[in-house]
């Protein structure tokens, strides 16, 4: 079965750039979203297709790909921020939703 | 405002049954795919299952094929999942989520039922 890779943690001073990677086997030819998971709350989408921001979600939120890695970057990083983030995809091949294992970003 | 409500959540017995339940509200439940989504205490996203709008593709993670059943009724906009033969791994908080389409996104959740299963 399809497989998305992220870090366990990244951690980002406040005001600093924080960048969360995805790793999977030609992740460049699948359409990436992200997720934002808040402690107690539940998962909010925020970037889905690769770079598409849903309406609400700030400009600081963006994702890109290169290669077999997409990444989520979140700018001028507060402590608003901290959150366990999510990439996930549609796996043509086996019909499945796949989530990668999940990203814990602490602002430090 | 897009809402999505779950319900059926409970303390439940390995071998045992559940029936969650999901209202909508906001939206035409009828116009969009819809998918079950859980997390185990302290652990990641996981999907469980899927039910196209008009109800033709179902699909099932292999983890529940055969145990889950997952339907909807569109005219009382309202998604259901069925659980059976339920065993300890099950437990966690189960999220009703709409599908966004073609590429997979799981647009919109509800904050989701907990279902422990335990002796």
């Known amino acids: 079965s399809y497989v998305l890779t992220q870090p366990p943690s990244v951690s980002v001073a406040p005001g600093q750039t924080a960048g969360i990677s995805c790793g999977g086997n030609n992740v460049g030819a699948q359409r990436v979203h992200w997720y934002q998971q808040r402690p107690g709350q539940a998962p909010v989408m925020v970037v889905y297709?690769?770079?598409n921001r849903p309406s609400g979600i700030p400009e600081r939120f963006s994702g890109s790909k290169s290669g077999n890695t997409a990444t989520l970057a979140i700018s001028r990083v507060d402590a608003g921020d901290e959150a366990d983030y999510y990439c996930q995809v549609w796996d043509g091949n086996s019909k499945h939703v796949v989530f990668g294992g999940g990203t814990k970003l602490t602002v430090l | 405002e897009v809402q999505l409500v779950e319900s059926g959540g409970a303390l439940i017995q390995p071998g045992g049954s559940l029936r969650l339940s999901c209202e909508v509200s906001?939206?035409?439940?009828?116009?969009?795919?819809m998918n079950w989504i859980r997390q185990a205490p302290g652990k990641g996203l996981e999907w469980v299952s899927y039910i196209k709008a008009d109800s033709t593709l179902i699909l099932y993670a292999d983890s529940v094929r055969g145990r889950f059943t997952i339907s909807r009724d569109n005219a009382g906009n309202s998604l259901h999942l069925q659980m059976s033969n339920l065993r300890h791994e099950d437990t966690g908080r189960y999220f009703c989520?709409?599908?966004?389409?073609?590429?997979?996104?799981?647009?919109?959740w509800g904050q989701g039922t907990p279902v422990t299963v335990s002796s």
């Open positions: 906001g939206f035409m439940l009828g116009n969009y795919n």
């Open positions: 297709e690769d770079y």
């Open positions: 989520v709409r599908d966004g389409g073609k590429t997979g996104n799981q647009e919109f």
